[in-house]
T-cell receptor
Framework: DAGVTQSPTHLIKTRGQHVTLRCSPI?????VSWYQQVLGQGPQFIFQ???????GRGNFPDRFSARQFPNYSSELNVNALLLGDSALYLC?????????????FGSGTRLTVV | KQEVTQIPAALSVPEGENLVLNCSFT??????LQWFRQDPGKGLTSLLL?????REQTSGRLNASLDKSSGRSTLYIAASQPGDSATYLC??????????FGSGTRLLVRP
C-alpha cells in the first residue's frame, strides 16, 4: 500500500512568489494535516482538514492557506514567500484525525526561498 | 499551552548499549503520545503510539512508556546499533487533535 505521498520533493522559489504543495493521504484516511519544520526544531502545526472541512489552524499568517479535495488529497498554498518560509513541509494523514488514531507522515517537501 | 521537552538534545553511545530518551509535557490532557524517528532531511517514521489509557507499548527493541499524570514518557532502545542513529521526536495529541512536538533527541550510535 502506498504511504503518504508529497510533491514536489524539493523546490526553490524567490521571495514574493507563490507556492503550492501537494499531498495524497493513505487510502481510506480522511484527515490530512500540514506541519512546518525548520532546521533543528520539531514540526509546527499549520492546518488540519477532515472530510474536506478545516478543523484546525496553527499560528501562521493568512499567507498560508490549504484545502482538501473530495478524494481527500490536499494542497498547501503559501503566498508572498519570505526567506523565513524556507523549511521542510510535512503532510500527515490519519484515519479520522481523532484521539484514537495515530498520524502517518510523508517524506516532506523541502522549500528553499532565495 | 502545551509544551513538550526532550532531554537530552543529543546523545552519543557505543554500539550495544541500552539507552533511554526522555520526553515531558506540561498538560496531561492528551489523547495519545507518539514517538517518531527522523533521518537527516527526511520525513517522520512512526515508531510507537501510546493511547492515554495505556502505560506502555513495545515494538522489537523499542519500548515506550507513558505516565500521563506526571507528564512524562520514555523511549527505551535495547542493544543499540549504528542504524539507530537518527533524531527521535516525541509528540502529544492535544484536545484539538493536533500534534505538539518536542525538539528531538539527536542520537549517534558509534560502531
Amino acid at each position: 500500500d502506498a504511504g503518504v505521498t508529497q510533491s514536489p520533493t524539493h523546490l526553490i522559489k524567490t521571495r514574493g512568489q507563490h507556492v503550492t504543495l501537494r499531498c495524497s493521504p493513505i487510502s481510506g484516511h480522511k484527515s490530512v494535516s500540514w506541519y512546518q519544520q525548520v532546521l533543528g526544531q520539531g514540526p509546527q502545526f499549520i492546518f488540519q482538514y477532515y472530510e474536506k472541512e478545516e478543523r484546525g489552524r496553527g499560528n501562521f499568517p493568512d499567507r498560508f492557506s490549504a484545502r482538501q479535495f473530495p478524494n481527500y488529497s490536499s494542497e498547501l498554498n503559501v503566498n508572498a514567500l519570505l526567506l523565513g518560509d524556507s523549511a521542510l513541509y510535512l503532510c500527515a494523514s490519519s484515519l479520522a484525525g481523532e484521539g484514537g488514531y495515530g498520524y502517518t507522515f510523508g517524506s516532506g517537501t523541502r522549500l528553499t526561498v532565495v | 499551552k502545551q509544551e513538550v521537552t526532550q532531554i537530552p538534545a543529543a546523545l552519543s553511545v557505543p554500539e550495544g548499549e541500552n539507552l533511554v530518551l526522555n520526553c515531558s509535557f506540561t498538560d496531561s490532557a492528551i489523547y495519545n503520545l507518539q514517538w517518531f524517528r527522523q533521518d537527516p532531511g527526511k520525513g517522520l517514521t512512526s515508531l510507537l503510539l501510546i493511547q492515554s489509557s495505556q502505560r506502555e507499548q513495545t515494538s522489537g527493541r523499542l519500548n515506550a512508556s507513558l505516565d500521563k499524570s506526571s507528564g512524562r514518557s520514555t523511549l527505551y532502545i535495547a542493544a543499540s546499533q549504528p542504524g539507530d542513529s537518527a533524531t527521535y521526536l516525541c509528540a502529544v495529541m492535544d484536545s484539538s487533535y493536533k500534534l505538539i512536538f518536542g525538539s528531538g533527541t539527536r542520537l549517534l550510535v558509534r560502531p
